[in-house]
C-alpha cells in the first residue's frame, strides 16, 4: 500500500476536505482506488490527483455537481469539452456583469453617478438587444436616489 495515499493526505493535495471528496464518492466521482475492508479507510493512488484538480477548478467556478459528473465520465470527450466551453461563456459573462457593476460603484465612490442602468445577468432570458438598451429612469426616481446617494461634496 506504499504507493496509495490516504484520504486525509490526498484531499490535502487536492484542496478538498475528506467530507468533500467522501461526497464525490457517493456521486461516483472521485472514486478511492483502494477501500480498506475492515476499517472502510480509503486510499487514492497520485494518478487521480489530475482528475481532483480538475474537479475542483469546475467546482471553484460554480459548475454545477451533476454537470462536473458528467463532464469527469469523459473529461476530454467532445461533448465534455463543449459543456466546459459552456460553462466559461457563463462565467465569464457574469465576470463582465460583475466589472460594469463595479464600475457603477467607483462612480459612486467618486461623486459622479453616471445614468442608471438595469444590472444584468448572463443567466437573464432577455434577448441581447434589450439587455444593452439604456434604462430609461423616471425623473423623481432619480432625484431621490440623487439625494440618498448623489455627490458628497455637500458637508
Given at each position: 500500500m506504499s504507493s496509495l495515499i490516504p484520504i486525509g493526505r490526498f484531499a490535502q493535495l487536492a484542496g478538498f476536505t475528506v467530507r468533500a471528496l467522501r461526497h464525490y464518492e457517493s456521486q461516483g466521482l472521485l472514486l478511492p482506488a483502494s477501500v480498506d475492508r475492515e476499517s472502510g479507510y480509503r486510499y487514492y493512488r497520485a494518478e487521480q490527483l489530475p482528475d481532483a484538480l480538475r474537479v475542483r477548478l469546475l467546482r471553484a467556478l460554480e459548475m454545477p455537481l451533476p454537470e462536473v459528473v458528467e463532464v469527469m465520465r469523459a473529461p476530454d470527450s467532445a461533448a465534455s469539452l463543449e459543456k466546459v466551453r459552456a460553462h466559461r461563456a457563463r462565467v465569464a459573462a457574469r465576470v463582465a456583469d460583475v466589472e460594469k457593476l463595479l464600475e457603477r460603484l467607483d462612480e459612486w465612490l467618486d461623486g459622479a453617478p453616471?445614468?442608471?442602468?438595469?444590472?444584468?445577468?448572463?443567466?437573464?432570458?432577455?434577448?441581447?438587444?434589450?439587455?444593452?438598451?439604456?434604462?430609461?429612469?423616471?425623473?423623481?426616481?432619480?432625484?431621490?436616489?440623487?439625494?440618498?446617494?448623489?455627490?458628497?461634496?455637500?458637508?
Open positions: 453616471q445614468e442608471l442602468e438595469p444590472p444584468t445577468s448572463a443567466f437573464d432570458d432577455a434577448p441581447a438587444s434589450t439587455a444593452r438598451e439604456p434604462h430609461r429612469v423616471n425623473e423623481s426616481v432619480a432625484r431621490a436616489f440623487l439625494g440618498l446617494f448623489g455627490p458628497a461634496d455637500e458637508p
